[in-house]
């Protein structure tokens, strides 16, 4: 590592702060001087922009390559410019949403998603990208849903993990890896009323057992930055949270790269009512230990003030340049400005076919099937051609990419009936959008359905009704679509309904009247593709979700893994009617983590331990026989779930604790067997340990959150 502090001695205060301020590249203008111009939003100067340190949201390898070149024959220092960008499923070859691709429960699929993304991405001169997401969802509405891997903390650590190793590989350095920044630290998922933004209450207790680890998993994996969440969190916003960046981020996990504020978070510690003024909340960001300031500048505008008053020291700024540059060495950026900037690679790797490949792989794999009677998959060779018809705003639509899709475009999607067309003979009316109606359109539909002897019905979100800033207080299917579904079903034939959509949705009906329910997401550039292997039988789905659907929006948030109440249905001790639940609908959810189905059945046997004790420092073997009871092979997702039965704090009423994929061939059994140690059983005790408590405990081996066969054993 070059030793920067030389450097930094011959930087002017002002070209410091510039090199800590991250400015928006496609908010451009141009001018003559400068290549990319000058920011007028924020009232950039020409000084700031000549010797910013990165740059958000631009890519393409000459773009990019002319822009490094004019900035190094500006910059006094030659100090290379970062781009860092959203690259958070994919670049241009889009895979399906990070919600989707946890319900693979295969974190080597999303690995290898992350390579690929860093090779479009690297190629077009792009140096870091800002994923992953490790914030836990439990609650649908909030609309960043989409973005994260869902309610459980064990898969969110295991994913977090993933998508760092696959963006940087073992060294940044390397050809076609970018630096990973995991966001947003800390607890941003847990909006109040799920509205993005809205401010966080969570006890210390919920943060370590529950949202911390999920981003201390990317930290060990070795994720180059961390950036802040817009929320308060506990009364004090993110931004400006010197115990959570400073004590838990560095001092607790020893984290050594550089932290960046959320876009203009900054600045809106003001409106948070945590600051008076610019000066006083880049004052409180630097303090917590933000290097980085995203778009807003109050960094540069004031820290020159703040440390002629003494209220900030230069060494506080100097610390942060220093990473920023160590940042840009580690990328290689000192020896080699351009990285992989590469206008020929671009062309040779960008949404090529070993691509397209992947992101088909592993949109099939995403897709969870939530209900199926036996109509699926559809038989396409049947005696009498059956005569099958797709409606639905999904029927013939592009919007396979959510609101997040990078470089991703609709032109490079192909429609369902597109792709169903070169498999199987289908008519196709869509009816209806998904806010327009038109009542001809829906009678042309309803009478071609009752003419059809088996009718795919494709419904679904609009991709910007997920996403950041797109929280709904109903997720119940949009527009006119549920009343559309119920025409569809009067007509009486089988129905197999289509999701495309960013969250879980309150969809009773539909999971009452169709014969089969597909949740196909926003699966990406290749999805319905992967939608037809699995309508049609080519694969078999084995998704499993990682968000549990609720019957009703008033249930929101519903997670499996939640504490008991001192009054949960059916205790000893009260009557049903005073135990805690709703008086106008279910308080179980409508499809539970971990749950979905394939095109066989499976059946579990009893749980078997090694030993009902286990000893301090030791194991047991926890197995569980697993028979293929249907006629074709398939792949189960046996979930491994432990109870603690009491401790000296309240625990959960089910904790995953690990799983295993199996593919069995009909009529074969096998045994799936799991070793339980005492790391499984520590958790943050009341006296501010982490460790085991000696008692009970249970162990459900399940093919979901909510089903199972258990047995107990004790610590001892
Ligand atoms: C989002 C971040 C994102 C950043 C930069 C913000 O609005 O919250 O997730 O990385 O913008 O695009």
Same mark, same amino acid.
């Given at each position: 590592?070059?030793?920067?502090?030389?450097?930094?001695?011959? &930087?002017?205060?002002? =070209?410091?702060?510039?090199?800590?301020?991250?400015?928006?590249?496609? =908010?451009?203008?141009?001018? @003559?001087?400068?290549?990319?111009?000058?920011?007028?939003?924020?009232?950039?100067?020409?000084?700031?922009?000549?010797?910013? /340190?990165?740059?958000?949201? %631009?890519?393409?390898?000459?773009?990019?390559?002319?822009?490094?070149?004019?900035?190094?024959?500006?910059?006094? +220092?030659?100090?290379?410019?970062?781009?860092?960008?959203?690259?958070?499923?994919?670049?241009?070859?889009?895979?399906?949403?990070?919600?989707?691709?946890?319900?693979?429960?295969?974190?080597?699929?999303?690995?290898?998603?992350?390579?690929?993304?860093?090779?479009?991405?690297?190629?077009?001169?792009? +140096?870091?990208?800002?994923?992953?997401?490790?914030?836990?969802?439990?609650?649908?509405?909030?609309?960043?849903?989409?973005?994260?891997?869902?309610?459980?903390?064990?898969?969110?650590?295991?994913?977090?993990?993933?998508?760092?190793?696959?963006?940087?590989?073992?060294?940044?350095?390397?050809?076609?890896?970018?630096?990973?920044?995991?966001?947003?630290?800390?607890?941003?998922?847990?909006?109040?009323?799920?509205?993005?933004?809205?401010?966080?209450?969570?006890?210390?207790?919920?943060?370590?057992?529950?949202?911390?680890? /999920?981003?201390?998993?990317?930290?060990?994996?070795?994720?180059?930055?961390?950036?802040?969440?817009?929320?308060?969190?506990?009364?004090?916003?993110?931004?400006?949270?010197?115990?959570?960046?400073?004590?838990?981020?560095?001092?607790?996990? $020893?984290?050594? /790269?550089?932290?960046?504020?959320?876009?203009?978070?900054?600045?809106?510690?003001?409106?948070?009512?945590?600051?008076?003024?610019?000066?006083?909340?880049?004052?409180?960001?630097?303090?917590?230990?933000?290097?980085?300031?995203?778009?807003?500048?109050?960094?540069?505008?004031?820290?020159?003030?703040?440390?002629?008053?003494?209220?900030?020291?230069?060494?506080?700024? @100097?610390?942060?340049?220093?990473?920023?540059?160590?940042?840009?060495?580690?990328?290689?950026?000192?020896?080699?400005?351009?990285?992989?900037?590469?206008?020929?690679?671009?062309?040779?790797?960008?949404?090529?076919?070993?691509?397209?490949?992947?992101?088909?792989?592993?949109?099939?794999?995403?897709?969870?099937?939530?209900?199926?009677?036996?109509?699926?998959?559809?038989?396409?060779?049947?005696?009498?051609?059956?005569?099958?018809?797709?409606?639905?705003?999904?029927?013939?639509?592009?919007?396979?990419?959510?609101?997040?899709?990078?470089?991703?475009?609709?032109?490079?999607?192909?429609?369902?009936?597109?792709?169903?067309?070169?498999? &199987?003979?289908?008519?196709?009316?869509?009816?209806?959008?998904?806010?327009?109606?038109?009542?001809?359109?829906?009678?042309?539909?309803?009478?071609?359905?009752?003419?059809?002897?088996? !009718?795919?019905?494709?419904?679904?979100?609009? #991709?910007?009704?997920?996403?950041?800033?797109?929280?709904?207080?109903?997720?119940?299917?949009?527009?006119?679509?549920?009343?559309?579904?119920?025409?569809?079903?009067? %007509?009486?034939?089988? %129905? !197999?309904?289509?999701?495309?959509? $960013?969250?879980?949705?309150?969809?009773?009906?539909?999971?009452?009247?169709?014969?089969?329910?597909?949740?196909?997401?926003?699966?990406?550039?290749?999805?319905?593709?992967?939608?037809?292997?699995?309508?049609?039988?080519?694969?078999?789905?084995?998704?499993?979700?990682?968000?549990?659907?609720?019957?009703?929006?008033?249930?929101? #948030? !519903?997670?499996?893994?939640?504490?008991?109440?001192?009054?949960?249905?059916?205790?000893?001790?009260?009557? =049903?009617?005073?135990?805690?639940?709703?008086?106008? /609908?279910?308080?179980?959810?409508?499809?539970?983590? $971990?749950?979905?189905?394939?095109?066989?059945?499976?059946?579990?046997?009893?749980?078997?331990?090694?030993?009902?004790? &286990?000893?301090?420092?030791?194991?047991?073997?926890?197995?569980?026989?697993?028979?293929?009871?249907?006629?074709?092979?398939?792949?189960?997702?046996?979930?491994?779930?432990?109870?603690?039965?009491?401790?000296?704090?309240?625990?959960?009423?089910?904790?995953?604790?690990?799983?295993?994929?199996?593919?069995?061939?009909?009529?074969?059994?096998?045994?799936?067997?799991?070793?339980?140690?005492?790391?499984?059983?520590?958790?943050?005790?009341?006296?501010?340990?982490?460790?085991?408590?000696?008692?009970?405990?249970?162990?459900?081996?399940?093919?979901?959150?909510?089903?199972?066969?258990?047995?107990?054993? =004790?610590?001892?």
């Amino acid at each position: 590592m070059r030793d920067f502090d030389e450097l930094i001695k011959r &930087m002017t205060l002002k =070209e410091k702060l510039a090199e800590i301020t991250q400015l928006y590249g496609d =908010e451009y203008t141009e001018d @003559d001087s400068t290549f990319m111009g000058i920011d007028y939003r924020f009232e950039a100067n020409r000084e700031m922009v000549d010797n910013v /340190g990165s740059i958000l949201g %631009v890519s393409g390898a000459a773009l990019i390559k002319e822009a490094q070149k004019k900035h190094l024959e500006t910059s006094k +220092h030659k100090i290379p410019l970062l781009f860092m960008h959203d690259i958070i499923h994919g670049f241009k070859t889009i895979f399906p949403s990070p919600l989707a691709m946890s319900c693979t429960w295969q974190p080597e699929l999303v690995k290898e998603s992350a390579e690929i993304a860093a090779k479009e991405s690297a190629v077009s001169g792009i +140096h870091l990208t800002f994923s992953p997401m490790c914030d836990l969802a439990r609650d649908a509405r909030w609309g960043r849903v989409v973005e994260t891997s869902g309610e459980d903390p064990f898969l969110n650590s295991m994913f977090a993990k993933a998508y760092v190793e696959g963006y940087q590989g073992t060294d940044v350095s390397e050809q076609y890896r970018v630096a990973s920044c995991l966001k947003h630290f800390a607890a941003y998922g847990m909006a109040e009323a799920g509205r993005d933004y809205n401010t966080t209450d969570v006890s210390e207790y919920e943060l370590r057992e529950k949202h911390f680890p /999920g981003y201390r998993a990317a930290v060990d994996a070795g994720a180059k930055m961390v950036m802040t969440s817009f929320n308060a969190l506990n009364g004090v916003p993110s931004s400006g949270n010197k115990w959570l960046f400073q004590d838990v981020l560095r001092k607790e996990w $020893g984290f050594r /790269g550089t932290v960046i504020s959320d876009c203009t978070a900054i600045v809106e510690m003001i409106y948070h009512g945590f600051a008076q003024d610019e000066a006083e909340a880049a004052k409180k960001a630097i303090d917590a230990g933000v290097d980085i300031e995203m778009v807003s500048n109050t960094y540069y505008n004031s820290a020159e003030r703040l440390i002629k008053q003494g209220r900030l020291s230069e060494d506080q700024i @100097d610390l942060s340049v220093k990473r920023v540059l160590e940042l840009k060495e580690e990328l290689g950026l000192f020896d080699n400005p351009f990285k992989d900037a590469d206008e020929e690679a671009e062309k040779k790797y960008i949404l090529c076919r070993e691509h397209r490949d992947a992101a088909r792989k592993i949109a099939r794999e995403s897709m969870v099937l939530l209900k199926n009677d036996g109509v699926l998959p559809v038989k396409k060779n049947t005696e009498k051609k059956q005569k099958i018809f797709l409606t639905g705003p999904y029927a013939d639509s592009r919007q396979m990419l959510d609101s997040w899709s990078a470089y991703g475009e609709e032109k490079d999607c192909l429609t369902l009936r597109e792709v169903l067309s070169d498999e &199987m003979e289908i008519s196709c009316i869509p009816g209806i959008g998904i806010l327009d109606y038109e009542k001809e359109q829906v009678e042309n539909a309803v009478k071609a359905a009752e003419d059809s002897d088996i !009718i795919l019905l494709a419904l679904g979100e609009e #991709p910007l009704m997920s996403g950041e800033s797109n929280s709904r207080m109903d997720i119940g299917l949009p527009g006119y679509q549920q009343q559309f579904a119920e025409r569809i079903f009067a %007509v009486g034939k089988p %129905v !197999i309904v289509i999701l495309y959509n $960013g969250r879980p949705l309150a969809i009773p009906e539909i999971a009452l009247k169709a014969n089969a329910v597909l949740e196909a997401w926003f699966p990406g550039t290749e999805g319905n593709h992967a939608v037809c292997d699995i309508l049609t039988g080519a694969y078999a789905p084995s998704g499993r979700l990682t968000m549990s659907f609720p019957w009703a929006v008033g249930q929101c #948030p !519903i997670y499996y893994n939640c504490y008991s109440t001192g009054r949960p249905s059916k205790n000893v001790y009260i009557s =049903e009617r005073f135990s805690s639940r709703y008086i106008d /609908g279910q308080s179980v959810p409508l499809y539970p983590f $971990g749950y979905g189905l394939t095109y066989t059945t499976f059946e579990y046997g009893e749980v078997i331990l090694s030993d009902t004790v &286990m000893r301090r420092n030791g194991s047991i073997m926890a197995q569980c026989s697993l028979k293929n009871t249907g006629d074709r092979a398939g792949t189960e997702t046996v979930q491994l779930y432990l109870k603690d039965i009491s401790g000296s704090r309240v625990r959960p009423v089910r904790m995953l604790k690990d799983f295993r994929r199996i593919t069995l061939k009909p009529g074969e059994t096998c045994q799936a067997v799991f070793r339980i140690d005492e790391e499984m059983l520590k958790f943050h005790t009341l006296d501010k340990g982490f460790a085991a408590e000696t008692g009970k405990f249970k162990i459900y081996i399940a093919e979901n959150a909510s089903t199972g066969t258990c047995a107990e054993f =004790e610590l001892v």
